[in-house]
């Protein structure tokens, strides 16, 4: 429940932002929010999924090859997001958001990896 909570926490949360028909205004979010584009706001919400989903793996599952299992995770819950989006009334599917959902993984997923795991190798001093 350690790691997998925060998992299906964020992952509830985006399933029921993508049930709004307009998130930004029905969350009275920032006004800053407003002129950050579309993709970037994909990028780092599904980032963040995919550093959550490697944690998880990581420490869950004793083989390799945890960030691929994130990765693949995060594309098929950004497939199952899109489609779900379809039916939302005022909302659309789009294949760039899921090129951006799986970009913003894979980047954060790595910068996760070196900042945490490779960066402790290199200096002692963060052991």
Not at 15 to 23: A, E, I, K, R, T
Not at 40 to 63: D, N, Q, S
Request: hydrophobic share 50%.
């Amino acid at each position: 429940m350690k790691y997998w909570g925060p998992v299906v926490l964020y992952a509830l949360a985006i399933v029921y932002l993508s049930s709004q028909s307009n998130p930004a205004q029905q969350l009275q979010l920032p006004s800053f929010i407003f002129t950050i584009n579309d993709k970037i706001l994909h990028a780092c919400e599904y980032g963040v999924l995919g550093i959550l989903l490697y944690r998880a793996f990581k420490y869950t599952t004793p083989t390799a090859g945890n960030m691929g299992l994130a990765i693949i995770c995060v594309i098929a819950f950004g497939i199952s997001d899109e489609i779900h989006q379809w039916f939302v009334p005022q909302r659309q599917a789009d294949i760039w958001d899921l090129v951006a959902d799986t970009f913003g993984a894979a980047f954060l997923i790595l910068g996760w990896v070196l900042i945490t795991e490779k960066g402790r190798k290199r200096l002692p001093i963060l052991k």
